[in-house]
């Protein structure tokens, strides 16, 4: 049996092709009872448009490519997720592409969405620094996520690292913590300077420093945080909070407490940063964290494009705001 096309709807309802095809489109120069006609000959035959085929009659193919360099989907899955989410109530598809930070491999999967006409484009990173403009040339718009272009004149939207940071100290000191400890990833990732930066300025608020005076920078993992949370607790200085730059180092952090015979969170409270579910609630005891809420980021993102698709780009940097998710590993909030 044949499938059932427009021109079968446009002849039941004794109306031409064009005249069938506006009216199931909603266009308002048909006037109401032969849009009345047109659907109900549409019913009654169980038509259903074919939505890359009125895509195309308007310009445009319903798909937009999600490219990434973030291998292991850490990043770029939720805020695939988000965008998709949001895609979703439009009807439009997301192709994904994972360039695993290569340049060459990144131009090639540029080349392979842009031949498939995706209508736009959005740029995911696998670490939150400024990454260069795939340029101003482009035949569709793009939006930048989590890592931001170099270029002002694009759309970037990144995480609050700076908040974040403040976020985790407001916490911390709601719970009563005063001598608070900040070990966290390498130095060179913008997101350590910005998480380091956010509480720094939120404990001078309070006339408040970090133990020990500084910031101990190393490495995004737990043995990192297992080792500088020995160095830490060898120096002496009482310490009743540590503030771990991200989930990986916060559970090492946790495993040398508990060498160390202290109770968490009564002796040393200790909170996070990512909200990575996989190591925040199988953590003993569950992992506090400050969560960057990246599907909302992709939501973020998709809204933009939509926008930018429909001829209302927008540049320039939009930051996106964290949240604390709290567990057992700080002291309730009173």
């Keep these: 049996m044949r499938a059932v096309t427009l021109r ?15 009216a ?6 048909v006037n109401a ?5 047109v659907l109900a000959a549409a019913s009654r035959l169980s038509f ?36 998709e989410d949001a895609f979703g109530a439009e009807q439009t598809s997301v192709f994904l ?3 695993r930070g290569d340049a060459i491999r990144e131009q090639h999967h540029l080349r392979a969405l842009l031949s498939r006409q995706v209508d736009g484009l959005i740029v995911v990173g696998a670490r939150p620094d400024s990454r260069p403009s795939l340029g101003a040339r482009l035949s569709v718009p793009v939006v930048y996520a989590y890592s931001p272009s170099e270029n002002p004149a694009d759309l970037s939207l990144v995480c609050d690292n700076v908040g974040g940071g403040r976020l985790a100290v407001d916490h911390l000191r709601t719970a009563g913590c005063t001598r608070i400890a900040h070990i966290t990833g390498e130095p060179d990732y913008s997101a350590a300077q910005d998480r380091a930066r956010g509480a720094q300025e939120r404990l001078a608020e309070e006339s408040l420093g970090l133990v020990t005076g500084r910031v101990w920078f190393g490495a995004w993992t737990e043995g990192w945080g297992r080792g500088a949370t020995r160095r830490l607790l060898q120096e002496g200085e009482p310490v009743d909070a540590i503030f771990a730059g991200s989930d990986q180092i916060a559970r090492g952090v946790l495993d040398a407490l508990q060498e160390a015979q202290l109770r968490v969170p009564e002796d040393v409270a200790v909170i996070g940063f990512d909200n990575w579910e996989a190591i925040a609630r199988e953590s003993r005891p569950a992992l506090t964290t400050v969560d960057m809420r990246l599907e909302s980021l992709g939501r973020r993102a998709a809204q933009a494009l939509a926008a930018a698709i429909d001829g209302r780009p927008e540049s320039g940097v939009v930051v996106n705001g964290c949240r604390v998710v709290q567990r057992g590993s700080t002291a309730p909030v009173a």
């Design 24 to 29: 199931l489109n909603g266009r308002p120069d």
């Design 33 to 37: 009872a032969t849009r009345a006609r």
């Design 8 to 22: 079968d709807v446009a002849r039941l309802a004794e109306v031409s092709t064009a005249t069938a095809s506006k």
């Design 97 to 99: 592409c994972d360039a």
């Design 48 to 83: 259903s448009p074919n939505a890359v085929a009125r895509s195309l009659s308007a310009g445009r193919t319903g798909t937009v490519g999600l490219l990434t360099s973030d291998l292991e989907g850490r990043f770029s899955l939720p805020i695939l997720m988000g965008a």
